[in-house]
């Protein structure tokens, strides 16, 4: 389903016309956007519309593959009834569930507008909230004839536990704020199918999805969202019959337990908020540690919330509660700090007169040194994972790789966030490193699995307590970051790794706060990825293509960048830049039978080089053709002689005139592609007059009649190995009798 309005929507058909039937595509669409991630079983109901005569129905259908197929046979059979579909929006455990307390998963929010005038409230929410996932058109009409609209977002991920009392709280929210439907405070509410049938006093309609994109929110940014969102102008107060008349204080949700499902003053969502919000003012103004508001807000979760929230969910939202006060009010006052020291200043003298000995480098030539930043930066599937997981391997080990050298067997922990555990460690395990290499490296390189987190303040904490327990009592020498955008926090505003503000407070709030509280004197590699950019761009100046703001640039002591400067052969180009050394050259790498290695750069074409690949692919493709055909002939009872091939060959295949036939079996014979024999006996052949004698390749046959097989008859063709008794020698071109005929044994350099 487009984002266009549906061909089949309410608006397109009359509603007298008989014989509606359900939309199969887009029950499967409607089913996909409400319940693509969750698991369990969803509540299907199909009750009687006003008006019509319909039997009740309820079924609980699992949230798989075959989900929207078995709705749809539920459909079928309301349409036939003259009932309405309905779901529960959430998955529950068992069948017979269906109370607001059963709901485990729910992957959706959603607002029902069945008043007034729809269109302004939905422009509404376009305005200030996130794209919808989906515009559903009810069937129904509200009393100034605009079409009843169901307005969907999906999250990014399932929410379960305390987040579900969340979404809830939401739906009622934002239903407050645009005069929609109260009822979807509960989680239990049932909604209808998107392609079912809506009747009412004999009328019926297609439920139908007059829009429906992709779009995906976080939980977390939505909720700010839908808080910050005015109210419709002119929309008035909401009239709720249940609440009580003043809202309870902080003092009441502090001295009392709050119960899920709504049945208490508040929700839990609205008494932690109270509750953390209190401690967050408290940090801010100086009055309360950092520690002691955790402490304290875990407390308030285990007595005054039932069930209490997970103590990690606690911690999410006082780091996103903290972050929005600060952005609103500035930064606060914190306890316990040290005085700054005073700054360093040097005379000119001073430092020219300084002879003492440099600080030994961590990677040499100065591409990493004792507290220095080294930024590793390659377009994605360029192969830099697998680069830099060699390179910590040998610098775990102390072995030098390629143009990199390490003083000692260095202490590494990677900080990975991409590869999840069973793929790390078959990626490890397929590494090709000398056993030397491995034995040492095996315990100074630590890597975590794939990490789900952010280096926010809870995630700096986790983080370095693992870096901490790494190595004992020992401090790392190396902290790699791999990738940066997978753990990137902006700060208080929340800013991508585009903003300037954002990457500098990352860089120095986060991952310089990280080294400083772990291992003062290490060394920082990043990884990071780069944007598109033509090759002539990262030619002229290669580091322009990271991604990303261009802080980053300004703040790392040394930059390596990896690409392919032709994206058809398997060559990598690492592109240095330093700022405490001199300058590297760049170097060519491939990885050949498992491991890195550094090619000559002199070998590299510099001119014409589209034209000399091309010779060279014409070549590659005259030497498969020669020996294609020779072993063809051979296995047909021919042997050639050079110039016979030559001659019976001419002009044929693509191979040219006699005398290039010649020069390229002259070329196969040096490179050991081709050898010979003189002796035709066992062919049935007279021995060969000519200096070097029949061709042979390896694996050639020869037929030598036929085999009959005792069992079945069958008559097969027979062959012997064609066996050469001479070469060509590479070095000096002389014929030198073959050692051992049944092993074919190229020269050094050739490979077949």
Not at 48 to 75: F, L, M, N, Y
Request: charged share 25%; proline share 8%.
């Amino acid at each position: 389903m487009s984002a266009d309005a549906n061909p089949r929507s309410s608006d397109a058909r009359s509603a007298a016309e008989p014989m509606l039937t359900p939309d199969q595509d887009t029950i499967a669409l409607f089913i996909d956007r409400v319940f693509d991630y969750c698991d369990g079983l969803i509540p299907v109901r199909g009750l009687a519309e006003k008006g019509s005569s319909g039997r009740p129905h309820t079924a609980w259908i699992e949230a798989d593959r075959d989900a929207a197929t078995k709705i749809v046979t539920s459909a079928i059979w309301a349409a036939r009834e003259g009932a309405a579909l309905y779901v529960v929006p959430g998955t529950v455990a068992e069948a017979g569930q269906a109370k607001a307390e059963d709901v485990q998963q729910i992957q959706t929010i959603v607002v029902d507008l069945d008043s007034g005038e729809t269109q302004a409230k939905l422009s509404h929410l376009r305005q200030y909230l996130p794209s919808p996932v989906m515009v559903v058109e009810s069937g129904g009409r509200s009393e100034t004839g605009a079409p009843k609209l169901h307005v969907w977002w999906r999250l990014n991920e399932p929410v379960e536990g305390a987040d579900v009392d969340l979404v809830c709280a939401l739906r009622g929210l934002i239903a407050d704020k645009v005069g929609g439907d109260p009822h979807f405070r509960s989680a239990h509410q049932p909604i209808r199918v998107a392609g079912s049938i809506y009747f009412t006093g004999g009328a019926s309609r297609l439920v139908a999805i007059r829009e429906s994109s992709a779009a995906e929110s976080d939980l977390r940014e939505f909720a700010d969202a839908v808080e910050v969102m005015p109210a419709l102008p002119g929309l008035a107060p909401p009239i709720e019959p249940h609440a009580t008349p003043d809202k309870p204080t902080l003092d009441d949700v502090l001295s009392r337990r709050t119960r899920a499902g709504g049945v208490d003053p508040v929700t839990r969502f609205e008494a932690a908020s109270m509750a953390i919000g209190h401690h967050v003012r408290l940090v801010h103004e100086g009055r309360e540690t950092e520690d002691e508001a955790r402490r304290a807000i875990q407390e308030f979760n285990q007595a005054c919330l039932d069930p209490p929230w997970p103590p990690e969910r606690i911690d999410a939202e006082f780091d996103r509660l903290w972050r929005r006060h600060v952005a609103r009010n500035g930064p606060g006052l914190t306890l316990g700090h040290a005085p700054v020291a005073s700054i360093p200043a040097f005379t000119l003298g001073a430092l020219i007169d300084d002879k003492s000995p440099m600080p030994a480098d961590i990677i040499a030539p100065r591409v990493l040194t004792p507290g220095g930043m080294l930024v590793l930066g390659g377009a994605p599937k360029v192969g830099k994972s697998d680069f830099l997981i060699s390179l910590l391997a040998h610098m775990a080990a102390g072995a030098a790789f390629l143009c990199f050298k390490p003083p000692r067997p260095l202490r590494v922990f990677y900080l990975q966030a991409e590869i999840d555990y069973h793929y790390l460690r078959e990626r490890l395990q397929g590494l090709s490193l000398p056993k030397p290499v491995l034995a040492i490296a095996r315990d100074n390189l630590v890597v975590t699995p794939k990490l789900r987190l952010i280096l926010d303040g809870r995630g700096l904490g986790l983080v370095e307590a693992a870096i901490l327990g790494a190595f004992e009592s020992e401090r790392p020498d190396i902290l790699c970051i791999d990738p940066i955008r997978n753990l990137f926090d902006g700060g208080p505003d929340g800013g991508s790794e585009n903003d300037n503000d954002a990457m500098l407070f990352f860089l120095q709030a986060r991952v310089e706060a990280l080294r400083n509280t772990t291992a003062p004197e290490a060394g920082l590699i990043l990884c990071h990825h780069t944007r598109k950019a033509q090759k002539k761009q990262i030619a002229e100046d290669p580091f322009q293509a990271l991604a990303g703001a261009s802080a980053l640039r300004g703040f790392y002591s040394a930059g390596i960048l990896m690409h392919r400067p032709d994206e058809e052969r398997p060559e990598r180009r690492i592109e240095f830049e330093l700022r405490n050394g001199p300058a590297i050259e760049p170097i060519l790498i491939d990885k050949r039978q498992g491991r890195w290695i550094m090619l000559d750069p002199k070998s590299e074409r510099l001119v014409r080089k589209d034209l000399g690949e091309r010779l060279d692919a014409e070549r590659a493709r005259k030497r498969d053709v020669i020996l294609d055909i020779l072993d063809e002939q051979a296995r047909a009872g021919h042997l050639f002689t050079a110039l016979q091939f030559a001659e019976a060959f001419e002009n044929q295949a693509g191979l040219g005139g006699r005398t290039t036939i010649c020069e390229r079996v002259s070329v196969l014979a040096t490179k050991g592609y081709v050898k010979f024999t003189r002796d035709g006996g066992p062919y049935g052949l007279p021995n060969a007059r000519s200096k070097l004698g029949y061709l042979v390749i390896e694996g050639m046959r020869f037929p030598s009649g036929e085999s009959v097989d005792a069992d079945t008859g069958e008559v097969t063709p027979a062959f012997i190995p064609v066996l050469p008794t001479h070469y060509k020698a590479a070095q000096t071109g002389a014929v030198l009798d073959v050692e051992n005929p049944l092993v074919w044994v190229y020269p050094e350099g050739e490979t077949p």
